[in-house]
Protein backbone atom coordinates (compact mmCIF):
# COMPACT_ATOMS: atom_id res chain seq x y z
CA UNK A 1 0.00 0.00 0.00
CA UNK A 2 1.35 3.44 -0.92
CA UNK A 3 0.00 6.61 0.40
CA UNK A 4 0.76 10.53 0.04
CA UNK A 5 0.80 12.64 2.84
CA UNK A 6 0.22 16.91 1.94
CA UNK A 7 -0.57 19.05 4.79
CA UNK A 8 -1.56 22.71 5.77
CA UNK A 9 -2.77 23.74 2.12
CA UNK A 10 -4.48 26.64 3.33
CA UNK A 11 -6.62 27.39 0.06
CA UNK A 12 -7.84 31.08 0.56
CA UNK A 13 -4.85 32.40 1.65
CA UNK A 14 -4.38 35.56 0.12
CA UNK A 15 -1.39 37.15 1.25
CA UNK A 16 2.33 35.06 -0.14
CA UNK A 17 3.54 33.79 3.73
CA UNK A 18 7.56 34.72 4.64
CA UNK A 19 10.00 32.44 4.56
CA UNK A 20 9.62 31.12 1.21
CA UNK A 21 5.66 30.93 1.09
CA UNK A 22 4.08 30.14 -2.23
CA UNK A 23 0.50 30.99 -3.54
CA UNK A 24 -2.43 28.42 -1.83
CA UNK A 25 -3.88 28.19 -4.85
CA UNK A 26 -1.11 27.69 -7.30
CA UNK A 27 0.14 25.27 -4.61
CA UNK A 28 -2.68 23.05 -4.31
CA UNK A 29 -2.89 22.71 -7.88
CA UNK A 30 0.17 21.82 -8.19
CA UNK A 31 0.46 19.33 -6.02
CA UNK A 32 -3.14 17.65 -7.28
CA UNK A 33 -1.50 17.63 -10.88
CA UNK A 34 1.29 15.58 -9.26
CA UNK A 35 -0.19 13.38 -7.70
CA UNK A 36 -2.37 13.06 -10.87
CA UNK A 37 0.49 12.46 -12.73
CA UNK A 38 1.50 9.33 -10.57
CA UNK A 39 -2.06 8.28 -9.80
CA UNK A 40 -1.11 4.42 -11.04
CA UNK A 41 1.60 4.17 -8.08
CA UNK A 42 -0.42 5.63 -5.39
CA UNK A 43 -3.28 4.50 -3.23
CA UNK A 44 -4.27 6.68 -1.64
CA UNK A 45 -3.98 10.49 -0.80
CA UNK A 46 -4.03 11.36 2.97
CA UNK A 47 -4.02 15.55 4.13
CA UNK A 48 -3.79 15.89 7.37
CA UNK A 49 -6.00 19.23 8.24
CA UNK A 50 -5.91 23.13 7.12
CA UNK A 51 -6.73 22.62 3.98
CA UNK A 52 -8.59 25.92 4.27
CA UNK A 53 -6.94 29.47 5.70
CA UNK A 54 -10.57 30.56 6.80
CA UNK A 55 -13.23 27.63 6.72
CA UNK A 56 -15.17 28.97 4.01
CA UNK A 57 -16.97 26.96 1.41
CA UNK A 58 -15.63 28.64 -1.71
CA UNK A 59 -12.13 27.24 -0.64
CA UNK A 60 -13.40 23.82 0.49
CA UNK A 61 -14.86 23.45 -2.87
CA UNK A 62 -11.83 24.47 -4.37
CA UNK A 63 -10.24 21.65 -2.76
CA UNK A 64 -12.81 18.98 -3.71
CA UNK A 65 -12.55 20.32 -7.57
CA UNK A 66 -8.88 19.69 -7.43
CA UNK A 67 -8.30 16.80 -5.25
CA UNK A 68 -11.71 14.79 -7.01
CA UNK A 69 -9.19 15.25 -10.41
CA UNK A 70 -6.68 13.07 -8.98
CA UNK A 71 -8.54 9.92 -9.64
CA UNK A 72 -7.60 8.60 -5.76
CA UNK A 73 -9.30 7.94 -2.62
CA UNK A 74 -8.83 11.00 -0.38
CA UNK A 75 -8.84 11.24 3.49
CA UNK A 76 -9.20 14.12 5.04
CA UNK A 77 -9.64 15.62 8.80
CA UNK A 78 -9.80 19.43 9.76
CA UNK A 79 -6.89 21.88 10.52
CA UNK A 80 -7.50 24.88 13.32
CA UNK A 81 -7.96 26.68 9.94
CA UNK A 82 -10.85 24.75 8.91
CA UNK A 83 -12.95 25.79 11.92
CA UNK A 84 -13.59 22.40 12.30
CA UNK A 85 -17.29 24.06 12.85
CA UNK A 86 -16.60 25.69 8.40
CA UNK A 87 -15.56 21.89 7.53
CA UNK A 88 -18.15 20.01 9.23
CA UNK A 89 -20.82 22.24 7.52
CA UNK A 90 -19.16 21.69 4.19
CA UNK A 91 -19.08 18.50 5.18
CA UNK A 92 -23.36 17.98 5.67
CA UNK A 93 -23.36 19.53 2.51
CA UNK A 94 -21.06 17.82 0.03
CA UNK A 95 -21.22 13.91 -0.39
CA UNK A 96 -17.85 14.32 -1.50
CA UNK A 97 -16.29 15.21 1.68
CA UNK A 98 -18.50 13.20 3.59
CA UNK A 99 -16.72 10.49 1.93
CA UNK A 100 -13.30 11.66 2.64
CA UNK A 101 -13.62 13.05 6.02
CA UNK A 102 -12.99 10.42 8.28
CA UNK A 103 -13.74 12.37 11.57
CA UNK A 104 -14.45 9.58 14.40
CA UNK A 105 -14.20 7.03 12.04
CA UNK A 106 -12.18 3.94 10.62
CA UNK A 107 -11.34 3.09 6.85
CA UNK A 108 -9.36 0.35 5.32
CA UNK A 109 -7.02 0.83 2.69
CA UNK A 110 -5.18 -2.24 0.99
CA UNK A 111 -5.46 -3.97 4.37
CA UNK A 112 -4.59 -0.60 6.53
CA UNK A 113 -6.74 0.45 9.24
CA UNK A 114 -7.11 4.37 9.40
CA UNK A 115 -8.20 6.97 11.66
CA UNK A 116 -9.33 10.22 11.61
CA UNK A 117 -9.43 12.06 14.72
CA UNK A 118 -10.36 15.79 14.59
CA UNK A 119 -8.36 17.85 17.08
CA UNK A 120 -9.55 21.70 16.82
CA UNK A 121 -11.03 23.87 19.09
CA UNK A 122 -12.54 26.34 17.23
CA UNK A 123 -10.69 29.62 17.11
CA UNK A 124 -7.86 28.17 18.67
CA UNK A 125 -4.28 27.47 17.67
CA UNK A 126 -3.53 24.78 19.88
CA UNK A 127 -5.67 21.32 20.23
CA UNK A 128 -7.56 19.13 22.26
CA UNK A 129 -8.49 15.53 22.08
CA UNK A 130 -12.72 14.71 22.66
CA UNK A 131 -13.71 11.54 24.39
CA UNK A 132 -15.53 10.26 21.30
CA UNK A 133 -12.13 10.44 20.02
CA UNK A 134 -9.56 8.64 22.59
CA UNK A 135 -12.77 5.78 23.06
CA UNK A 136 -12.58 5.20 19.66
CA UNK A 137 -8.64 4.89 19.83
CA UNK A 138 -9.20 2.42 22.38
CA UNK A 139 -11.29 0.40 20.92
CA UNK A 140 -8.89 0.59 17.70
CA UNK A 141 -6.13 -0.78 19.64
CA UNK A 142 -7.77 -3.75 21.56
CA UNK A 143 -9.27 -4.95 18.33
CA UNK A 144 -7.53 -8.28 16.73
CA UNK A 145 -5.90 -9.01 19.85
CA UNK A 146 -4.40 -5.48 19.86
CA UNK A 147 -1.79 -7.10 16.79
CA UNK A 148 -1.09 -5.52 13.44
CA UNK A 149 -0.92 -1.62 12.71
CA UNK A 150 -2.99 1.49 12.89
CA UNK A 151 -2.87 4.62 10.93
CA UNK A 152 -4.18 7.52 12.71
CA UNK A 153 -4.52 11.07 10.99
CA UNK A 154 -4.89 14.17 12.95
CA UNK A 155 -3.70 17.81 12.70
CA UNK A 156 -1.76 18.48 16.10
CA UNK A 157 0.75 16.07 16.67
CA UNK A 158 0.99 14.25 19.87
CA UNK A 159 4.55 13.83 19.35
CA UNK A 160 6.68 16.63 19.62
CA UNK A 161 10.60 17.76 19.17
CA UNK A 162 10.94 18.90 22.76
CA UNK A 163 12.30 22.55 21.65
CA UNK A 164 10.05 25.29 22.73
CA UNK A 165 9.69 27.44 19.68
CA UNK A 166 8.08 24.57 17.73
CA UNK A 167 5.91 22.69 20.54
CA UNK A 168 4.63 26.03 21.83
CA UNK A 169 1.56 26.11 19.17
CA UNK A 170 1.81 22.50 19.49
CA UNK A 171 -0.04 22.23 22.64
CA UNK A 172 -2.80 19.28 22.37
CA UNK A 173 -5.00 18.90 25.44
CA UNK A 174 -5.19 14.85 25.95
CA UNK A 175 -2.50 13.82 23.99
CA UNK A 176 -1.01 12.19 27.61
CA UNK A 177 -4.51 10.37 27.30
CA UNK A 178 -3.81 9.19 23.56
CA UNK A 179 -0.09 7.99 24.36
CA UNK A 180 -1.49 5.91 27.09
CA UNK A 181 -3.69 4.59 25.27
CA UNK A 182 -1.49 3.57 22.30
CA UNK A 183 1.61 2.97 24.04
CA UNK A 184 -0.76 0.16 26.27
CA UNK A 185 -1.47 -1.38 22.82
CA UNK A 186 1.30 -4.40 21.01
CA UNK A 187 0.19 -2.78 17.77
CA UNK A 188 2.43 -0.39 15.53
CA UNK A 189 0.88 3.00 15.40
CA UNK A 190 1.90 5.45 12.56
CA UNK A 191 0.33 8.80 12.74
CA UNK A 192 0.21 11.43 10.35
CA UNK A 193 -0.21 14.86 11.02
CA UNK A 194 0.37 18.61 10.03
CA UNK A 195 0.23 21.87 11.68
CA UNK A 196 3.54 22.72 12.72
CA UNK A 197 4.39 23.78 8.45
CA UNK A 198 7.80 21.93 8.63
CA UNK A 199 8.39 18.74 8.57
CA UNK A 200 9.58 16.36 11.06
CA UNK A 201 9.78 13.18 12.56
CA UNK A 202 9.37 11.71 16.00
CA UNK A 203 9.05 8.39 17.56
CA UNK A 204 8.44 6.33 20.82
CA UNK A 205 7.61 3.22 21.99
CA UNK A 206 5.51 1.43 19.29
CA UNK A 207 4.59 4.96 17.64
CA UNK A 208 5.90 6.82 15.14
CA UNK A 209 4.86 10.09 14.41
CA UNK A 210 5.35 11.91 10.62
CA UNK A 211 4.55 15.52 10.06
CA UNK A 212 4.51 16.98 6.91
CA UNK A 213 5.28 20.53 6.38
CA UNK A 214 3.52 23.39 4.28
CA UNK A 215 4.43 24.58 1.07
CA UNK A 216 2.31 27.93 1.41
CA UNK A 217 3.79 29.11 4.55
CA UNK A 218 6.84 27.51 5.49
CA UNK A 219 8.14 27.70 9.25
CA UNK A 220 11.77 29.56 9.56
CA UNK A 221 12.51 29.03 12.27
CA UNK A 222 16.14 28.93 12.74
CA UNK A 223 15.93 26.21 15.28
CA UNK A 224 17.20 23.47 15.55
CA UNK A 225 20.21 24.34 13.38
CA UNK A 226 21.63 27.31 15.69
CA UNK A 227 23.30 30.24 14.91
CA UNK A 228 23.54 29.73 11.05
CA UNK A 229 20.45 27.80 9.95
CA UNK A 230 19.49 25.93 7.17
CA UNK A 231 16.84 27.48 5.93
CA UNK A 232 13.65 25.02 5.59
CA UNK A 233 12.67 26.97 2.29
CA UNK A 234 13.29 24.72 -0.72
CA UNK A 235 13.09 21.54 1.83
CA UNK A 236 9.21 22.22 1.81
CA UNK A 237 8.40 21.86 -2.00
CA UNK A 238 7.71 18.14 -0.60
CA UNK A 239 5.13 15.82 0.20
CA UNK A 240 5.97 12.34 1.46
CA UNK A 241 5.05 9.22 0.22
CA UNK A 242 4.66 6.36 2.49
CA UNK A 243 5.29 2.95 1.44
CA UNK A 244 4.02 -0.07 3.61
CA UNK A 245 5.14 -3.81 2.48
CA UNK A 246 5.51 -7.37 4.50
CA UNK A 247 6.97 -7.71 7.74
CA UNK A 248 6.12 -4.05 8.88
CA UNK A 249 8.23 -2.48 6.38
CA UNK A 250 7.81 1.30 6.24
CA UNK A 251 9.42 3.39 3.44
CA UNK A 252 8.84 7.29 3.56
CA UNK A 253 9.82 9.17 0.41
CA UNK A 254 9.93 12.97 -0.07
CA UNK A 255 8.11 13.76 -3.25
CA UNK A 256 9.14 17.23 -4.89
CA UNK A 257 6.41 18.67 -6.62
CA UNK A 258 7.39 19.51 -10.67
CA UNK A 259 5.58 22.09 -11.05
CA UNK A 260 6.85 24.08 -7.69
CA UNK A 261 10.39 23.61 -8.73
CA UNK A 262 12.32 27.02 -8.19
FE1 LIG B 1 -1.52 25.28 9.10
Redesign the pocket.
Known sequence: MRLAHVS?L?LGMREIAPGGGRPAAEVAEAVARDLAGISEAVDLVIVS??LTERADAAAFADFERMFSEIGLPVVIVP???DGPAGMRAYTASSEVFADWNITNRVKEFGGMRCLGLDTCIEGAVEGELDEEGLALVAEEVARDGGEGSLLIVMHHPPLLLGLDKFDGFCRLKGHERLMDILRGSGMTIKILS??V?RPFFASEHNIDCYVAG?MV?PYDSALPFGDHPIRPTMLQDFYYLHDFGPGGRHLVTPQRVRGLAR
Open positions: DHGDGNHGHHSA
